[in-house]
């Protein structure tokens, strides 16, 4: 398995992967996930793979083997726009799975690529690659992209990714996100990569490779652990909570505290209050639901 | 889709469901999914269902009309242990799914349920029943159970539940899985149920249902909201946003900063201080794996 993430802020791009590849649980190891493609001062692009490994590394090599050939017609060196090189990538990806395809191995060699970055002139863009070659972008209400084991990693970006975050914090959010998979899914491991491209800025400002035991990482685990337990105990607390520690400590306004806005159950509920009493009582039959 | 979690502190048990049910996105309704059955002051259970609707009611149903015949030979009444009790709901569930599959209509049929109780004199306790009615249980380094939906709302438990928490923040702890959940995956829907067992007291202490509208539900995913923000803003800084803000704000130990602990990416690479020096180079190949 594999996570990988891409940010696009108004500032510009973050992008965030593990390293791990797996073919089964006895057989691990690293491998980059996170591949950066430029022209220095013209053109940079970041690619991200989940998938087939092997279907990776022909898109790249393609790709890498025709921005360096002169006389090649299509390459990420010659395509106008960011699409352009989205639907250029995902041709060679279609291209590698037909011929592996071609041995009839019943493997899947599927591969989801995010292709990310900016040509001079345009737009920073990024966009997911599906296995069939055709992408989606991002979007405002949707400023991110993730391939792989998604779901872990998920709710924060959800709560705290806005096109207007800064991209350190973004970056900081998607090594959180990365650290709350890898806790997860074994499948899905450090070190973890990440990179920033600042909007023109026509390069790669910052990139970084982070271990467990990096001292940064370690850090911003801490600290993640710390602040989140305390956001937890910070939340509202029950109104029972609050009549019974009335007697105690009668200093309101330490924690925000929904005071007598939620009820027990009651036989006389009150649905028109925005809230139902909750009935244990037996459901009626309905095949085939889930 | 469902998702429900059962807690099992040091305190007692706290279990949280969502209402959603549907047979495709044109077809949602609402049902518990959290059910008790009790003999007051003997013995408390909470069953916590996903998968097949029809078998979980086959379950209920028939759990429910031997636990008030007093010529059953098994039921929750007479029951001597939890782990027999889960035993029975598994043996009732086997005996559901087979008696569907004679129509052999190639539908899904299994349901996975969790029970938690306590019966008088053992300790209280949670088990997973699987559709084939094995089961496990909790266990102090894994105080959680999850059914359904559970991978958006793993994260905050695994960070946060521990058998020492107190039984109201595991509620709330719950209550924010539940919304993570609930925000990525529309087959997961409000309102939620939570009930919240403590040890030793062989009854329900508090019930509640929350809707998004409910202003305790709606000041809970505030706050959090507003917590998680902070917490991802007052994460260690990077050394190059510590290095650029000295000379405007020569003020440290506001945050907590990694300092010089981590670097750009460099061609001197120095694996052995814990980080290594992103490599973009191209891999080799290697088919098969993902």
Known sequence: ??????????????????????????????????????????????????????????????????MNDPNATTSLRTVRH??????????????????????????????????GGQIMGEDPAIYMIYPLGNCISASPEMPFLQIGEIKYGKPILDR?????????????CALVSLDSTMRSNISVGPPVDVAILPRDGLAISHSLRLDFDTPYYASL????????????????????????????????????????????????????????AAQWSSDTDDSGRR
């Open 82 to 115: 960011m699409f352009d090189a989205a639907d250029y990538l995902g041709q060679l990806s279609v291209r590698a799975q037909k011929q592996a395809a071609e041995a009839n191995m019943n493997v899947n060699v599927e591969t989801t690529l995010i292709l």
């Open 160 to 172: 705290f990714v806005r096109p207007q975050v800064k991209l350190e914090d973004a970056a900081r």
């Open 221 to 276: 685990k801490d600290s993640w652990g710390r602040q989140l337990e305390n956001a937890v105990r910070n939340l509202p607390k029950f109104d029972w909570e609050v009549q019974q520690s009335l007697p105690l400590s009668p200093h309101p306004g330490s924690n925000f505290v929904a005071g007598q806005q939620q009820r027990q159950v009651d036989a006389s509920s009150h649905p028109q209050q925005g809230w139902q």
């Open 1 to 66: 398995m594999t996570y990988c993430v891409a940010i696009k802020c108004n500032d510009g791009l973050v992008f965030a992967a593990d390293t791990r590849t797996a073919a089964g649980v006895d057989d691990v190891r690293t491998y980059n996930k996170l591949h950066v493609l430029e022209v220095p001062g013209q053109r940079v692009f970041v690619i991200l793979s989940a998938g087939n490994l092997a279907t990776t590394q022909y898109v790249l090599a393609y790709a890498r083997r025709e």
